[in-house]
T-cell receptor, first 110, second 113 residues
Framework: EDQVTQSPEALRLQEGESSSLNCSYTVSGLRGLFWYRQDPGKGPEFLFTLYSAGEEKEKERLKATLTKKESFLHITAPKPEDSATYLCAALNTGGFKTIFGAGTRLFVKA | EAGVAQSPRYKIIEKRQSVAFWCNPISGHATLYWYQQILGQGPKLLIQFQNNGVVDDSQLPKDRFSAERLKGVDSTLKIQPAKLEDSAVYLC???????????FGPGTRLLVL
C-alpha cells in the first residue's frame, strides 16, 4: 500500500538553528515528490517538486533533496516566520494519486 | 493570476443536516481535487476530476458524500446527512493536468455538532 511518513511530528528550534525534516515514502513508482507549507487556518502553499533521486531545489532558507526512499527539507538559519506545518506528498505513476504525509509542525523561537 | 476560490470559509451544522461547499479552480486548470483534512493530519483525497469526469473517488464515502463538476470548471461537494466525524477542513485544489503541481484554496472549515 502506498504510504508517506513524516518525522518528526513536531520540531522546536531556536532562531538560526539549522535542521532537517524527513519524508519517507513507499509508492508504486514515484512520479513526483511535493513539499508544501501550511499556515494555521490556510490551505497548503506549494514549495517544491522533485522528480528523480539526486535532485535538489532551493528557495531562500529551504532546500529539498530526494533519494529513492526519502526526501529531506533542510532549513538553514530559520527565522520565526518559518514556523508552520510542512507537508510532503508523493504522486504515484499508476493512478496519478497523491498521498500526503501527516506533516511536521515547526516552531522557531526568536 | 487568481488562485483557487472556496466558499463558505466556515460552516457549523448539526448532525444529520446537509451542507454544500463550492470551489472555483484556477482558470485553465483541467484537474480539480477535493481533500478532507482532519485536525493534525495530512489532506486525504476524496475525489479527483479531469475536466468533468471522475478520475478517482475511491475514498469518497458515497453513502453520504457527493460531488459534481458539471461544466468542467467549478465544483460542489455535498454531505447529506452529516455525521460528527465529518468535522474537518475541506480543501479544494486544482492543477493544469493530472500529475502536475496542485494549488490549494483556503479551505472550508466544517463543524458538525
Amino acid at each position: 500500500e502506498d504510504q508517506v511518513t513524516q518525522s518528526p511530528e513536531a520540531l522546536r528550534l531556536q532562531e538560526g538553528e539549522s535542521s532537517s525534516l524527513n519524508c519517507s515514502y513507499t509508492v508504486s513508482g514515484l512520479r513526483g515528490l511535493f513539499w508544501y507549507r501550511q499556515d494555521p487556518g490556510k490551505g497548503p502553499e506549494f514549495l517544491f517538486t522533485l522528480y528523480s533521486a539526486g535532485e535538489e531545489k532551493e528557495k531562500e532558507r529551504l532546500k529539498a533533496t530526494l533519494t529513492k526512499k526519502e526526501s529531506f527539507l533542510h532549513i538553514t538559519a530559520p527565522k520565526p516566520e518559518d514556523s508552520a506545518t510542512y507537508l510532503c506528498a508523493a504522486l504515484n505513476t499508476g493512478g496519478f494519486k497523491t498521498i500526503f504525509g501527516a506533516g511536521t509542525r515547526l516552531f522557531v523561537k526568536a | 493570476e487568481a488562485g483557487v476560490a472556496q466558499s463558505p470559509r466556515y460552516k457549523i451544522i448539526e448532525k444529520r443536516q446537509s451542507v454544500a461547499f463550492w470551489c472555483n479552480p484556477i482558470s485553465g486548470h483541467a484537474t480539480l481535487y477535493w481533500y478532507q483534512q482532519i485536525l493534525g493530519q495530512g489532506p486525504k483525497l476524496l475525489i479527483q476530476f479531469q475536466n468533468n469526469g471522475v478520475v478517482d473517488d475511491s475514498q469518497l464515502p458515497k453513502d453520504r458524500f457527493s460531488a459534481e463538476r458539471l461544466k468542467g470548471v467549478d465544483s460542489t461537494l455535498k454531505i447529506q446527512p452529516a455525521k460528527l466525524e465529518d468535522s474537518a477542513v475541506y480543501l479544494c485544489a486544482s492543477s493544469f493536468s493530472s500529475g502536475e503541481t496542485q494549488y490549494f484554496g483556503p479551505g472550508t472549515r466544517l463543524l458538525v455538532l
